[in-house]
């Protein structure tokens, strides 16, 4: 808190200015306390966030998970001292003492905002570009829960979408996939504020970016505004009076800022943007801003007090909501349970009787087929269920019959064409399981999940319940080679700490998929599924496919439950350990066939199961159609491992597994070798 005696003097300047100069000295005094971090651009944008957050936005910060407020995105993850301190600012749970504390270990204002970490941040940001496709996100699971649920005179469901986004932020590819994606799907409650300082780490702009940004983003079919000087309060304000009329057309309000705004050396320069401005510098910035005071972290009681009547406002807003939901209880009582539940993210009751069993009589199916029906006799019990597909609809079976097409005339429907756009989609599906009563799901071909990834490493690290359906998951696809078939993707997905990837074996590994995947609700999971049909597992004879919750478990066992060699697999070459397991057990070989749809449900389990399945001591024989990396802590140091380390192939599928040695024979050969060795 400030000192009292120097706040009488304060009034150096206008409120507004000096509760916009307390954003710009408590990011200067941050970063130089931490030696680390951003300052500039936290300077330079702090009039955006100060009319956001005291004027405009429908906030709480009191309760910054109140379904109906505005979202906030920082899309420019790195200038996070301008969130930090807005947030304290007005009042979140957010400290002074957390300030002084940024980028430490364990602390609240870690170097880039992260999802449940620090309360107020909508969304993990730093890697540049994310924050957009996160912000059409929400502003898209928006427009579509307000479709489902709010009904005359009762708009529940009813906020904007804000977000800034910096040149770096608009340099990425993904930020255009998202924007071009939300001028055509029309999402009139989205604005954006682009930070036009023509400065990045490497210099000026003029290096290596002249593009015309509002100029795309008119052709992308985005409102777009200029306001010349960023400082001009009410320019601002009008633009941003004029992006909240516009209702059919996303905005972009084109900023133009200064980075290090006043600082007298630093100003308008590279060296603004990514270290402390100095001591020195400070002082000298400080006077320039005619600040009342040298003291570091030095918070103007009246700037304080004229931030903190956000929480007044905030509460008043929230608690008009309140009243709203109540009278929507009253007029629409089982809608507004409906609501409450999809918020909260719980599940409908009886979902998984929906789930189907497949029989015998389903004959030879592929894995994305049975994904295909599993979904469709899903969607009307899972309402909260939006799917789509990177324009692979018909491959990626993602569209169950039920499913009308997302669009700016249906926002209720829930099947979306994402186009060609696999990294915006998983940016977008991002944002709208975070702003909460979706479940996201989106298709593409597993070999461009090396599209999505940025994205999906972010679902992993906020915990974000989406579901992503990789088909064509392997040389198995056959004819379109080498350019299609997955190699390092599984391995690479299996890497990334919390994502959880499955590769069934038959149908009934997928209806068991996707009932975790539903059921998990603190991080993505990605289906790998076949091109090609399957053959029939009969449970009655083998394992239950329930084991795949387990992530491992036995098909097949030996005659005594003591197999000398254990065959492992996932996917579509469970079918050649079976195969291999009957002709080793006809040899005399015992052996046992395990399935492992998923390394991370199995490496999750407790020991004693885990030994249960891969008993200590026995010989282990895994195949995957893939690049064997992460198998091997699997097989052991003695195990063997029919993987592939090289590309694909352009050929009828089976002629390749034969070409590559992934063959009944090969696992034979191998797995007798290690039983009598
Ligand atoms: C995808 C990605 N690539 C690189 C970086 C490293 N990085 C952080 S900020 C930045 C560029 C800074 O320029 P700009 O976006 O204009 O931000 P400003 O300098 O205005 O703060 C870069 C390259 C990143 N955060 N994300």
């Keep these: 808190m400030s000192d009292p005696t120097t706040s009488a003097t304060a009034v150096a300047s206008s409120l507004d200015e000096l509760c916009i100069n307390t954003i710009r000295t408590l990011a200067m005094d941050a970063v130089q306390k931490a030696d680390s971090g951003h300052p500039g651009t936290p300077m330079a944008l702090a009039p955006i966030a100060y009319l956001l957050f005291t004027r405009h936005m429908h ?55 992260e999802y449940g970490h620090t309360p107020g941040v909508e969304t993990t940001t ?5 924050g957009v496709a996160n912000a059409v996100g929400f502003a898209m699971a928006e427009s579509h829960l307000a479709a489902v649920f709010n009904r005359d005179g009762h708009n529940i469901v009813d906020h904007y979408t804000y977000f800034i986004c910096s040149d770096g932020d608009l340099m990425e590819g993904v930020s255009h996939e998202a924007s071009s994606f939300a001028g055509h799907y029309k999402f009139g409650k989205l604005i954006g504020f682009y930070d036009d300082n023509r400065i990045t780490i490497d210099g ?18 985005w409102h777009v505004l200029h306001v010349e000087d960023v400082n001009d309060l009410d ?12 209702t059919e057309r996303a905005t972009m309000i084109v900023c133009r800022t200064h980075i290090g705004f006043g600082s007298p050396n630093k100003q308008d320069t590279a060296k603004a943007h990514g270290e402390a401005l100095g001591v020195e510098e400070i002082k000298l910035t400080k006077r320039n801003l005619g600040w009342p005071s040298e003291e570091a972290f030095f ?46 993210g719980d599940l409908p009751a009886g979902w998984e009787s929906a789930i189907p069993t497949f029989t015998k009589e389903n004959g030879n199916i592929a894995s994305r087929a049975a994904s295909g029906l599993v979904l469709g006799a899903l969607v009307d019990k899972v309402p909260e269920l939006i799917g789509g597909s990177a324009d692979l609809t018909p491959s990626n079976n993602t569209q169950p019959k039920a499913f009308k097409e997302f669009s700016p005339d249906d926002r209720a429907s829930r099947y979306v064409h994402y186009g060609i756009r696999e990294h915006g989609m998983a940016g977008i599906m991002n944002g709208l399981a975070l702003h909460g009563g ?55 997905l299996r890497a990334i700490p919390g994502f959880t990837m499955i590769r069934p074996a038959d149908a009934s590994e997928t209806a068991e998929a996707w009932r975790f995947a539903l059921k998990h609700k603190t991080g993505p999971v990605a289906l790998a599924l076949t091109r090609q049909k399957l053959g029939f597992i009969d449970r009655e004879k083998h394992g239950s496919a329930t084991g795949l919750a387990k992530g491992a478990y036995v098909l097949a066992d030996a005659p005594n439950g003591k197999p000398d060699v254990v065959l492992i697999s996932s996917g579509s070459e469970v079918a050649l350990i079976l195969e291999a397991h009957t002709r080793l057990t006809d040899q005399g070989v015992s052996a046992r066939a395990v399935s492992m749809p998923s390394h991370e449900l199995f490496a ?25 990396m992460s198998w091997y802590r699997w097989v052991g140091s003695e195990g063997v491992i029919l993987g592939i380390d090289r590309f694909g192939a352009s050929a009828p599928y089976a002629d390749i597994y034969k070409g590559l040695g992934l063959t009944v024979d090969k696992l034979v050969e191998a797995a007798t070798r290690l039983a009598r060795s």
């Design 438 to 492: 979706i479940i996201p799901y989106g298709g593409t071909f597993l070999i461009f999940s090396d599209y999505m990834r940025p994205s999906q490493r972010l679902a992993a690290l906020m915990h974000q319940r989406v579901i992503y359906v990789f088909t064509h998951d392997s040389i198995g696809l056959g004819e379109d080679g080498p350019t299609h078939q997955p190699i390092e993707q599984l391995t690479a």
């Design 204 to 221: 000026s702009t003029d290096l290596t970016y002249t593009d015309d940004a509002g100029k795309r983003f008119e052709a992308y079919g």
């Design 126 to 130: 730093g890697p540049l570009g994310q």
């Design 604 to 628: 999750a389990q407790p020991a004693e199961y885990r030994e249960k399945v891969l008993p200590k001591g026995t010989r282990r024989v895994a195949i995957e159609a893939a690049h064997p």
């Design 59 to 113: 906030h709480n910060p009191a309760d910054p998970t109140w379904p109906n407020r505005d979202r906030f995105v920082l899309s420019a993850g790195h200038a996070s001292m301008l969130l930090y301190s807005t947030l304290y600012l007005s009042g979140y749970d957010v400290s002074l003492e957390d300030l002084k504390q940024f980028r430490q270990w364990q602390s609240k204002t870690p170097g880039h905002p």
């Design 235 to 246: 320019a601002l304000d009008s633009a941003i009076e004029a992006a909240k009329a516009e």
């Design 299 to 344: 918070v103007p009681d009246e700037a304080l007090a004229h931030w903190r009547k956000a929480r007044d406002r905030g509460a008043a807003l929230h608690e008009g909501w309140r009243r709203q939901l109540i009278a929507y209880a009253k007029a629409h009582p089982d809608l507004a349970k409906e609501f409450g539940r999809r918020m909260q």
